[in-house]
Every structure is written in C-alpha cells, then in structure tokens.
C-alpha cells in the first residue's frame, strides 16, 4: 500500500478502532493503553512523512490516484509536497506532544477512549485535507474536521457552554463548507477537472473565465469561516470550552489553519487577481488588528490565546493575499513558528488550569514562586508570541513589516505606509497581551483565593511537550536556516508554482526600518499594558456592547421565529391539505409543457399488442379493489387487505411480462409489509373518524382523479412512440462485464451497485428510526374492541406452532437456494433476505412475541441494530476491496474455477455485496417487527380482562 494512503488510513482506521477499544477496557492499565495505541499511531503516521521527506526536499512532487467515479472527477488522489509536507509534520509532530500531555491532563472520570478516539480521527480528517490531490475528496475531509471537531469541542457535554461552543462551531465551519464546496465545483467546471495536479498550471486561463469572481467568494468564504477570519472570529473563543489538548491541537496547529493552508494551495490559481489581494489581505489586515486589541482585555487565559490565534491568522491570511512571493516565504514560515509558540500557550494555560483549578487572570498570579518550570516555559513561550528577539516569533514577525511597508493593494488608502501603521500598532497590542500573560498569572502579587490552594509543576509528561516545543523556539530563532530553512523553502515553491526570489533567514539583518518598527512595537506595547494596568484598571473591565456571539445568537433566533412564522402560516395540521397542494404542485409542473409548447396530445403510431382475456380480467380486478379500497377506506383492517390485493396483481403483472425477480420481490415485499402494517394498525383504532366534508371529498376525488389519468395519459403517450432504450446494453453486457446471466440481479449489484447500497442504507435508517421514535413507547390498549369482545392473548394454535417449526428450516434452505442461484437465475440477496423475514414473521405469529424475541434474542430490536451495522459493512467493505486492485468502488471480479467434487463454479465477488443486502433486509425487517410488538404486548386498558385470558 502506497505510503500516502497510509498515512491517512493509520490514524482513520487503526487509531479510531484501536482506541475506541481500548478505551473500553475498565482495568487500570486500559487509560495508558489507549494512550500508547494513540501516540504509536500517531508516530507511525509521521515515520511514514519523514520517510518521504528526502524525495520532497530534494524538489519531487509525490502523487498516487485511485480511480472511484474518474468520468464524474471522483477518485482518490493524494499529492505530497513541500507544502503538505510541511502541514503533515505539524499535524503528526504537534499531535503525537499533545496525546502525551493529554494522557496526564485528563481527570478520573473523563473518558480517554473517546478523546484519543476523536482525536484520531480529527488528524486523519487534517492529513486527508492538506494531503488531497482531488479537490472534491478535500472537501469531504472538510467537512469531517466539522464533524470531529464539534465532537470534541462538546466532549465535556455536560457544561452548557461546550455545547453552546461546539453548535457555534459546527454552525459557522459547516456553512462554510457548504460556500466551499459549491465553490469547488465552479471552479472544476472552469479548469475542467478537480485535481490539483491539473489545475495549478490553469491560473492565468481560470482568472480570465466569467465565472472566477463567483469561485473566489465562494471558497473564501469557506477559507475565512474556518480560519476564523472577521466577521467569522467569533466561534472560535467559544470553542475554548474544549479540553486544553483539544484547544492546543486543534485551534492552534491545525483546524483553523485549515483556512489559511487552502489559500496557501490554490494560490497559483486565486492569487495574481486584484480582487483576491484586496479581498484577503484586507480581511486578513482587518483581523489581525481587530483580535489583537480585543485580547489585551480578554480575562480568561484561554480567551486571551483564542483571539491572540485570530490576529496570527490574519497576519498569515494578510501576507497570503499580498502579490509579492516574498510575502509567501514569510506566511510559510510564520505557520511554522505560530504553531510552535502558541501549542506550548495553550498546554501551559492547560498546566495553570489543571493545578489551581481556574483560568481567570483576574484570580492569578505570583504563580512562578510555585510552578517555576511552568512558569519559565511560559514566559519563553509569550516572549516568541510577542516577538522579543532570539525567538522564532522575533524572525517572522520582521518579516512580517518587512512586506508590510511594500504592501499596495485597494487603492491610496492601503499604501505601505497605512499597513505599516497598522501593522506596528496590532504589534503592539501583541506585546501588551504577551506582556499580561506573563504578568497576571507568574507575577502581579502573592497567590491568593485559589480553588486549589497548593498548585504545584506537573508532572514530567505534561511539562515535557512544551518543554520541547519551546526549544524549537528558541533554536529556529537562534539559527533559523539551519533549522525550518530547507521545509520553508520548499514549502514556498509550492505555494508559489515555483521559485521564490532570492532571501536569507538570519537573525540579524542589520539596522533597517522592519527593525524600528519592531522596537516601537515592544515600548507601544509596554506602555500600553503598564497604563491599562495602573490608570485604567484593567481588571474591572467588562466588554459591553455588540459582540460576534450575540449577533449570532440574535441571526440564530431571527431565523427560528422566521420559521415559526412560515409554519404557522403553511402549517394548519392537516396532512390532506398538504397532500392536496403537492398534488397541485405536480400537475401543474406536468402540465406546463403542453401548455408552453405544442407538444402533441395525441397517442404515436407504434403497433400495439392484442390484449389477452387474462390480462383483462386481472385489470378488471386491479380496478374493483382499488375502488372498494376507496371506498372502505375507513376500515383500517379491509384497507390494508385491498391495499395487499393491488399488491397482488402488480406482482402478477410482472410474471406476465417476465419478470420473475420483480414479481417474486414484489409478493414477498407485500407479505412482509401488511404483517408489519397489521401491527401498526393495532396501535390505532379499527376505524378511521369521518372527518372530512362533502366538498374536501370533492376536492379530494377531482385531485385525484386529474393526477391518475394525466399519469395514465403520459403513460400511454410514452409507451406508443418507439423510444430508444438502454436495456441492450445490460443485456450485452450482463454476462461478461458482471458475470451472471440474471440481468437483475447483476444490474442491482454490480452495474448500479453504488444504488443499490445507498438504497440499504435508507432502509437501514428507517429502522433504526422507528426504534427511536417507538423506544419506551406503550399503547394503552382497551379491555375489549367495539363488538364488546375482550383482546385475548392466549397461547397461539398448536397447529400454527407446528408448522412455523416446519416451515422455518425449510424456508431458510430456500432463502439459501435463491440467494445462492441469484447472479444466473431469479433470485438474490434481497429476495432471499424478504424470504427470512417472512419466515421469522411467521415464528412471532405462532410463538408470540416474548417467545419470539427471547429465541432470537431481539432485545426490544436492538439487537437487530448489530444486523444492520453488519449487513452494511459487508457490502461497503466489499466494495472498498475493489481499491486493492486498482479498480472503482464497487468493480467486482467473476470468474469459473475448477473445485474438486464440486467441478466448475461460477463465482463472483458480487455475491459478498449482495449477503450484505441480504443482511441488512432481514435485520431492518425484524427490528421495525420487534418494536412494534414490543409497543403493544404489554399495554392494557383500564377494565380488567376477563378470566382465562393472559397478557
């Protein structure tokens, strides 16, 4: 296997599954267990990387594809270069830090297992997004960083605002998604396919198309939500009511550079465009200052790293959108140091919060006495964010103001020297929140009222990761070229298409303006926190005014009264009137053709066939059942009898056009489905309430009828003209593309197999919807029915018993038989899975429902929950093994080998897809079965039941 696939797939696969058990496991080892199994993981996925990374630094692009639907651009394309690389490592380098200081910061009653679980798979979703070659699959594990990420911001889900933090969070990131991914397929449709392989080298022909302002919004969008760029900031300061690891993986080394990683990869094709420069770095210019002012006020350690990480982002997202290439080199290498510098903040705001038991700055300080590693780690740390010399931060940050004072984009008023300005000032701003990080908690007075009065340094498992992080801090800030100088270049290169201009990254460039500003930017910064502190008392200050959260908040409810409104002027509680209206609805959009055009209302000259006396006669049956079934439609019992004899003759219709398998599904799908009917009807009472008026039936009837004749009509318009059809090519293709004679059956597994399995898998939904909707739910049963007979459950008939036992291995056998003969001759997995059921039916008529249930051990229809999951495994591993080939999803392999005794079988891998089929029919069958009569076995009515007679 391909070691880029690998990568991904560790994590996805054997992290999740091996933690996830793992962390199931109640003895005392079973916490550091899955801590191992997390953290070799994560190790592996990063040997896998660095084993790679000579090729990648030496100039190679590394690609592999695997085709799923190639004519639709679907297929699993991973490219490694220096940019991925470079993201791959922080992912995989800073994730195996944090499983090894979460293993400590977690409490006794917090789960390890479902962290380390949703942290694998938050790491596999990021190495699949900055490892995609498609652009489509980037997008799926976009949206998968939504999902995991919302998991793990609410994994505390019993605080109120991880639950708040984490719907924000998905609400702003998953609409942006959604921006994302139509912005995606206009930009595939321009380029003309949706690997990035073949799109870089299209910038210049994709900037000219028509439509590219309408991509670019779109995926900026998607971009600035996820990167929490301003107006979308605001999700991110809530998310802190994560974990710390969460906090320090995610929203400080990964998820919200998201953003800023896509701007990085598609800027040979966005980038170059004026609007693109004026767009992002103004948004990333806006951010950056906006956040760094607002952090000298936040309160909360955390608060104040949330929106330090904003104004980081918009310094990156500002150099992005530059069009110098030196801006990218610094962009580059400024990801690189933020991600060191502020996951060792977030773990060190974890240590503080761990040992005193609170974040608020207001309630620290004089804490370095007590935690003097913590304490030393943290100011060397704060001093790298604020950009003091002899730190990485120090280096980028130079960078940093070199480009700004070049800058020129949006006209006079965005000149180099307004940027500058702007520029120093947010510096300073990130000096003074710097500067109280340190101050109010290692300093500012003794150590008093603290919810844990003896705070002490951690141990050496959670000190060890910011230990090494801020050696790399301090070591790339000390000899930066030797250190990231090979990853930035070659990093930069791929942002760039090519090339960078020549630069140099040293720690002393010599006295030069970037330089002054960086010193006016540390005295503005001291001065500014010393005079909040002494005269404006920074302490009593309490934000006021409209925040991003209440905004969302107000938009929130704004939009639930908007659909309350709607609802209660569409919604009058009356399921016919809907009904009525969608009807309208459909013979007006069927009709408009032949009202618009002058489509011919008359029937086409093809030859008809004679009609027989048999299929006259069943039509003249299909016809009076359907209309006594109207008209004793309020007997629900005859109802669903009538309803079984239409039933009945369109599976005879089928056997009369020879078509056995629709026919043999049909009948089994109509004795399942009454059975299943039947037991939901004894849910209600036995007649339906006149309710509806003489006109409403009027109505009801002309409805009705204007919609069964229009479809007759288009029915008879379209089987008189000769039309050419597909069913030639199934035919011809059946036996040596699938392997089977039964064009069916082949047809369902194999040419329209993707089909087929979303199919089961809505059934499996439904199944396991209505044990949701059902569980706990008990009827209240009355004593006896209309005609005053009293409701008897006495003991089934001993010759119903008996014959369900015959029946039940005998039916088994045939279930065998046709699934087995389903690829050659009528038959399936389907079929035979209706079959089953209909034998299990049988068993709980004869053996009652307690009885059935402890013989198959149902559980109330949980149990079947198990078949479903299964039966859909097998058929989507099934389909996954086709990948092992090189072959699409789904492709499956036939052949005829020779087995001793048995001689020549025709065998296909189709038929391991279709036992899934068979599986999850029975398993959804029997759990709606299950719930149903678990509904209603054990309810009674307020009189007694008659003697004799037992529930």
Known sequence: MDLLLLTVLLPLLLGTLACFGLGKLSWANGRALTALAAGGVTLAALLCLLSMAPQ??????????????????????????????????????????????????????????????????????????????????????????????????????????????????????GGGGLALLAGVIVLGQIAGTFDLSGMLDQGERIRAHAHFPLALILILLGCFTKSAQWPFHFWLPDAMAAPTPVSAYLHSATMVKAGVFLLA????????????????SGTGLLTLAFAAYVAVFRHDLKGLLAYSTISHLGLITFLIGLASPLSAVAAVFHILNHATFKAALFMTAGIIDHETGTRDMRRLGGLMSLLPWTGTLGIVAAAAMAGIPLTNGFLSKEMFFGEALT????????????????????????????????????????????????????????????????????????????????????????????????????????????????????????????????????????????????????????????AQALIRLTDIGSLQRHVAWMLVS????????????????????????????????????????????????????????????????TALTFLALSAPDLALTQLSVEVVSTVIMLMGLALLPARTPRESSGGRRLRDATLASVAGLGVAFLCWMVLTRDHDAISWYFLAQSLPGGGGTNVVNVTLVDFRGYDTYGEITVLGIAGVGVLAMLDGFKVRRPAQDEGGRPWSFARQPLLLRVAARL?????????????????????????????????????????????????????????????????????????????????????????????????????????LFDLGVYITVVGATMLTLSVLGHASKDGRGAAALPEGSRA
């Open 56 to 173: 990648v630094l030496a100039g190679q692009t590394l690609l592999v594809q695997y085709p799923w639907a190639p004519d639709l651009g679907l297929q699993l394309g991973f490219r490694l270069d220096g940019l991925a690389l470079m993201f791959g490592l922080l992912i995989t380098g800073i994730g195996l830090l944090i499983v090894t200081y979460a293993h400590r910061y977690l409490g006794p009653d917090d789960s390890a297992g479902k962290l380390y679980t949703l942290l694998m798979l938050f790491m596999a979703a990021m190495l699949g997004v900055v490892l995609s070659d498609n652009l489509l699959l980037l997008v799926v594990f976009w949206e998968l960083t939504s999902i995991s990420s919302f998991l793990l911001v609410g994994y505390w889900g019993h605080r109120a605002d991880a639950r708040t933090g984490a719907r924000m969070a998905l609400a702003i990131t």
């Open 265 to 280: 990869r598609l800027y040979p094709v966005l980038g170059g465009s004026g609007l693109f420069e004026v767009i992002v």
């Open 407 to 562: 800058a020129q984009f949006g006209g006079t008023w965005f000149n180099g020297t307004w940027v500058a300005v702007v520029a120093t000032l947010a510096g300073a701003c990130s000096v003074a929140y710097s500067l109280r990080f340190v101050h109010d908690v290692f300093f500012n007075g003794p150590v008093q009222d603290l919810p844990h009065p003896h705070p002490h340094d951690p141990p050496w498992l959670m000190r060890l990761p910011v230990l090494l992080l801020v050696l790399v801090a301090l070591a790339v800030g000390l000899f930066p070229a030797h250190t990231l100088g090979p990853l930035v270049d070659v990093a930069a290169r791929a942002v760039l298409g090519g090339s960078p201009p020549p630069y140099h990254l040293a720690l002393w460039h010599g006295f030069n303006v970037p330089l002054l500003m960086s010193g006016l930017a540390l005295l503005g910064g001291v001065v500014f926190y010393v005079g909040l502190q002494r005269h404006w008392k920074l302490h009593l200050h309490h934000p006021r005014g409209w925040t991003g959260r209440l905004f969302f908040n107000q938009l929130l409810n704004g939009l639930i009264r908007g």
């Open 586 to 649: 459909v013979i007006v959009v069927a009709a408009w053709p032949f009202i618009e055009t002058s489509l011919p209302l008359a029937a086409g000259q093809r030859t008809l066939l004679p009609a027989p006396a048999s299929a006259v006669a069943v039509w003249a049956i299909l016809l009076v059942g359907s209309a006594t079934l109207v008209l004793g439609h309020r007997d629900r019992f005859k109802a669903v009898l009538l309803t079984g004899v239409v039933g009945m003759v």
């Open 807 to 911: 029946i039940l291995p005998m039916a088994l056998v045939a279930s065998l038989y046709i699934y087995w003969r389903g690829h050659n001759l009528p038959g399936g997995g389907f079929i035979a899975g209706l079959i089953t059921a209909v034998a299990l039916v049988l068993q709980y008529m004869a053996q009652g429902q307690e009885r059935a249930e402890a013989l198959l051990h149902g559980a109330q229809g949980r149990r079947f929950t198990r078949w479903i999951g299964s039966g859909l495994a097998i058929a989507g591993l099934t389909g996954m093994g086709a990948w092992l080939w090189g072959r699409n999803f789904l492709t499956s392999a036939h052949g005829h080998p020779h087995v001793p005794v048995f001689g020549e079988l025709p065998l296909a891998s189709a038929a």
